[in-house]
């Protein structure tokens, strides 16, 4: 049988296709979904700094000063080394609380989670010796290891018990920090130096990690394993984008019937997230312990980074890239702070601002949403409308 083809009159060429709304393309629409949240971003952070500075006049200092004040002496050599490793902790703490959002599981554990990995790899890193390489990276491995399996018990409870991850990340925090507190006071973890502080026993050189002269001028070192932040956001980058298990994580996110009625373990992929979340918070105390102070201390070791990654991730909308700014931002911030109590203007002034900043980023984000939805909708609707009746399509053929 032979087919029949319809040719058009002579000398009267074929309908062009009718070009479709523009924007409507794969490139237009992420390139304008890009644009508005640079957008929603810029005009956020332009709200926040509007806000302080009249919270600056009613107190009577004048914003002009402060910023000039913060701007001067967090650009200076040192300040620049201090924002970067700062900056490599934070990116830590906010990827690991952003592969959970991207499942839409709060994972508010990770502080408790970064201080017992680094407290177990400390105390590991004291105990063994291994060839330098192995060493760093047995360590790594340790706080990694240690994590996930903190991390996994919010997860077995909320699989076979349902138990909002909420609830129990907020408690394994407390069991955590109290479980430190009896590791620390064993022979076997803890070495004291003095009245009044207990740490691990110090790492060997071959278990530290040198730093980078990023900045000559500054006379200290970036943090070697700024490397490793970098490494872990191109490693989540690629699992989410680029791989079937990043998909399934993205599908459970938005709607867990819809990813388990096409054949996705809702499960099995609660319990993967949450422990490569907090295998990536193991990881958050490993540029300061191999870097810098090379044993753990309960009374020295930074708190706090858990709920600092939260508020990054929020504000880089999980992407790491995003991230990526939003932490030079915030240790930026955190930094610039110092130079205000000299010139008698409270700090925590600096704390209201990273706090109005979230808050309008993430107010702005549901704006740029909303409005995304609605010109799609336009977008779909301005298509169907060009697309010709299905009886002249019909009649044309017959």
């Known amino acids: 049988m032979s087919s029949t083809v319809v040719d058009a009159p002579q000398g009267a060429s074929a309908p062009a296709p009718k070009a479709g709304p523009r924007g409507t393309g794969r490139l237009g629409g992420a390139g304008r979904r890009l644009a508005l949240n640079v957008l929603a971003a810029v005009v956020a952070a332009a709200f926040a700094a509007a806000l302080t500075s009249v919270i600056l006049l009613i107190r009577g200092d004048s914003p002009s000063f402060v910023i000039s004040q913060m701007w001067d002496y967090g650009t200076s050599a040192g300040s620049e080394v201090s924002i970067l490793n700062s900056a490599s902790v934070y990116y830590l703490s906010a990827i690991a609380v952003a592969i959970g959002f991207r499942m839409n599981l709060f994972n508010i554990g990770v502080d408790g989670t970064y201080r017992l990995a680094a407290c177990v790899a400390g105390a590991f ?3 063994v010796s291994l060839p330098t390489g192995l060493h760093q990276a047995a360590i790594i491995l340790v706080a ?3 994590g996930a399996v903190w991390a996994g018990i919010a997860a077995v409870l909320k699989v076979t018990r349902g138990v909002s991850e909420v609830i129990s990340t907020i408690m394994l925090n407390f069991i955590a920090t109290g479980l430190i507190a009896f590791l620390m006071r064993t022979s076997l973890f803890g070495n004291r130096v003095g009245a009044n502080d207990i740490t691990t026993k110090p ?3 071959s278990g530290q990690v040198g730093g980078l002269n990023l900045i000559p001028s500054a006379g200290v070192e970036v943090y070697g394993l700024i490397l490793l932040s970098a490494a872990v956001g191109i490693v989540f980058w690629f699992v989410v984008n680029r791989t079937r298990f990043g998909f399934d994580l993205r599908a459970t996110g938005r709607s867990a019937t819809a ?3 096409s054949g996705v373990n809702v499960k099995r992929m609660i319990v993967a997230t949450l ?4 295998a990536a918070a193991g990881l958050v105390g490993m540029p300061a312990l191999l870097g810098d102070a090379h044993s753990y201390s309960s009374i020295t070791f930074q ?3 858990g709920f600092t990654g939260i508020a990054i991730a929020l504000l880089g909308r999980n992407n790491p890239v995003g991230i990526a700014f939003a932490s030079i931002l915030w240790a930026f911030l955190d930094q610039s702070a110092q130079i205000l109590d000299i010139n008698n203007i409270p700090k925590e002034i600096v704390q209201i601002t990273q706090g109005i900043v979230v808050l309008s980023v993430v107010v702005a984000y549901e704006l740029v949403r909303r409005f ?3 010109a799609q909708a336009r977008s779909v609707g301005a298509a ?3 697309a010709p009746p299905a009886g002249a399509v019909e009649g044309a053929a017959a």
Do not use: F, K, N, Y
């Open 372 to 374: 995304a939805l609605r």
């Open 259 to 261: 990813a388990e009625a």
């Open 125 to 127: 890193g004291g105990w």
């Open 144 to 146: 990694m290891a240690v």
């Open 303 to 305: 708190t706090g980074l």
């Open 275 to 278: 422990c490569l979340s907090g």
């Open 203 to 205: 790492i060997p050189h």
């Open 384 to 386: 169907v409308d060009a």
